[in-house]
């Protein structure tokens, strides 16, 4: 390294030919062409170069220019990089681990909440709230499309949701010591969409969630799940 032009960096024999038995392993076909030294050099020059050619596909990746080659005088090619494309590489990889701890952080999240709940799973969800004495009956809202997708997960005292399965911390929760009434809500069907199953979950405070799935076993299982750790009668 250090024997390009002024601000270019060479990186000499970067890539050489594998010694190891994987690398050297020839099938049948292959074998009966290889007969002298003249070939086995030929053989690893094309291993080296298709090692070489990878490697460069990869390191475009990182949204570098197309990398420049060069041959030298041992007759070994060589990837010529600038000080700015090596740090931009180096920062790229940096952020590709960052990404990658995330990304492991998630699943890690994922798989102990899945085995820590009674229940999960995607519902679409709305919030209402109760009528309180002397207010007008509310106005007939089934045609109003206010419905979003939420993660739920019934674990322990409480019942969670989130915004996505892989969000690492709920958006919302609510004790099952509040929850007053669950019980089934007419089926409902959205624009272009099959037949929608419906439930409701009211707490003390007159807050009343709306949930639906286009999978009634899916419903089922959640009104017998509140129902039997909420100690409530079935509607």
């Not at 020059?45 to 390191?59: D, I, P």
Request: hydrophobic share 35%.
């Amino acid at each position: 390294m250090g024997d390009g032009p002024r601000g270019i960096e060479v990186f000499e024999d970067h890539f050489q030919a594998s010694t190891s038995g994987e690398d050297s392993m020839q099938s049948p076909a292959l074998s009966k062409y290889i007969g002298s030294n003249d070939s086995l050099r030929s053989i690893s020059r094309s291993w080296t170069r298709r090692k070489l050619k990878w490697a460069a596909s990869m390191l475009n990746m990182f949204s570098l220019n197309k990398l420049p080659w060069m041959s030298g005088t041992d007759g070994q090619e060589k990837v010529v990089l600038t000080a700015a494309e090596v740090e931009s590489l180096r920062s790229e990889l940096g952020a590709l681990e960052e990404r990658e701890a995330h990304c492991k952080a998630q699943l890690e999240h994922i798989d102990e909440v899945v085995r820590a709940a009674r229940l999960s799973g995607y519902l679409d969800m709305r919030m209402r709230w109760a009528t309180l004495p002397g207010e007008p009956l509310p106005v007939d809202d089934t045609d109003v499309d206010d419905w979003l997708p939420r993660f739920f997960v019934l674990q322990g005292s409480c019942i969670f949701w989130y915004s996505s399965c892989t969000d690492l911390s709920p958006q919302d929760s609510t004790l099952l010591s509040d929850v007053v009434e669950v019980g089934t809500l007419p089926c409902l069907i959205r624009d272009n969409e099959d037949k929608r199953y419906c439930f409701y979950i009211s707490t003390r405070y007159g807050l009343k969630y709306e949930c639906s799935s286009n999978s009634k076993i899916k419903v089922d299982s959640w009104l017998e799940a509140l129902r039997s750790d909420c100690k409530l009668r079935s509607d």
